[in-house]
């Protein structure tokens, strides 16, 4: 008798910001395809995503960001077993955009519809590298819009140890970017930037939050930082781009191992992963794999490009959705504010 399982092959669709993705994922773990159409530049001018131009853009352009997918996979939609989409958190009209292509994808080929949490697919990139990562785990998600440090108690099952109490960890660095003259989007431009600069160069703060161990507050450093360049201003002075860079940059870096580690003291497993598009930072990454190594805890990071928004995540995460038993209806909506464990 054949007792092997059968394949369960995803086509995953993301479009909750400014990438227009799909991708095809076998078994969760096996991508097949991953395309994403980046709208960065279009929005670089603004300094920022503007959202009615992100929901135009991903009209325009998913159709043939799927077929890309489908094409490079070597697959057709009949051999699909679900085809699965973002479906919050993020903006509202950039989500509606993938739902209502999967829900006609879904109707027109008959196969099953399954919503995904935003923030679920960027914890699911780290199973498509680590082929032996399993649940439990802890988890700190820090993307444009989120900070969270998480325990990963199964698949699909999430505990919140803390959260951002203001901005994101991403937004900081967004922000900070523009306010040094980096601009958008600030993130990878600070990373680079701070290899120049000197991280002891400037002290900023490291924001505790006093009731709750686990949650981050980047707010403070935002203005810590916004008040060093008035002062320099106010003297006459010039600042250099690199020193704010990479103080700025280790002050968040502190915080975000700082946190982590202590959650791993507390509760322990031994396994430690990191996602979303601030995960890709390389003083972060290098930080916590030495922080993670000098404890034997095995630390898990999604490559750089896992790790900013795609759609091969979402396969991922929608896989193990898949394999709940979990189906949408073709009343799923867009949910701009979905909290991670809700459905
Ligand atoms: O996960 P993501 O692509 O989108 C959201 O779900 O928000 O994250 C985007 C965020 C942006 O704030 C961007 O500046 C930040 O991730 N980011 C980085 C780096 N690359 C992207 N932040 C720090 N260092 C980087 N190398
Ligand atoms: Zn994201």
Redesign the pocket.
Known sequence: MNTKKKDITILAIES??D?TAAAVVRNGREVLSNIISSQIDLHTVYGGVVPEIASRKHIERIDQVIAEALSQAGVGLGEMDAVAVTYGPGLVGALLVGVSEAKAISFASGIPLIGVH?IEG?ISANYIENKELEPPFICLVV????SHLVRVTDYGAYEILGRTRDD????A??KVARAIGLGY????K??RAAREGNPDAISFPRAKVADAAYDFSFSGLKSAVLNYLNACEMKGESFSQADVAASFQKAVVDVLVEHSMRALEEFGGGKFAIA???A???A?RSALERACAERGVSFYRPS?VL???NAAMIGAAAYYEYRRGVRHGYDLNAAPNLKLGER
């Open positions: 909750s910001c990438e935003h960027h993307s444009g819009g989120h994101a960890a991403g937004e660095f967004d989007p600030g993130g990878p600070i990373d979303g598009g601030v890709s930072n390389t972060l750089p790790c900013t928004d």
